[in-house]
Nanobody
Framework: QVQLVESGGGLVQPGGSLRLSCAASGSIFRVNAMGWYRQAPGKERELVARITSGGSTNYADTVKGRFTISSDNAKNTVYLQMNSLKLEDTAVYYC???????????????WGQGTQVTVSS
């Protein structure tokens, strides 16, 4: 069994900061990539940021220069530092992990349960 446990969401004023964390646990052979997606009410889920095991990153244009994704490979954990938050960043943020797992070394895509980020004055 593999689990993704997220933390760090909450309520923040415009211009504020939050840091999200997501830890993957279980019979993980290899982490290929981890990332964050978000879904606002009435909208489709969208990629926010992603980081590969080699450290390559990509960001949505809407968060470039404000959000930073990083990882701790030893802990199978990914972080999202969110600065200069805007009202439109309000959404449920989901952790995603591209993992190779189990004794058969199968590759699967996993999702966290989601954490609410609300930007409001």
């Amino acid at each position: 069994q593999v689990q993704l446990v997220e933390s760090g969401g909450g309520l923040v004023q415009p211009g504020g900061s939050l840091r999200l964390s997501c830890a993957a646990s279980g019979s993980i052979f290899r982490v290929n990539a981890m990332g964050w997606y978000r879904q606002a009410p009435g909208k489709e889920r969208e990629l926010v940021a992603r980081i590969t095991s080699g450290g390559s990153t990509n960001y949505a244009d809407t968060v470039k220069g404000r959000f930073t994704i990083s990882s701790d490979n030893a802990k199978n954990t990914v972080y999202l530092q969110m600065n200069s938050l805007k009202l439109e960043d309000t959404a449920v943020y989901y952790c995603n992990a591209d993992l190779v797992v189990g004794s058969w070394h199968n590759r699967y895509d996993y999702w966290g349960q989601g954490t609410q980020v609300t930007v409001s004055s």
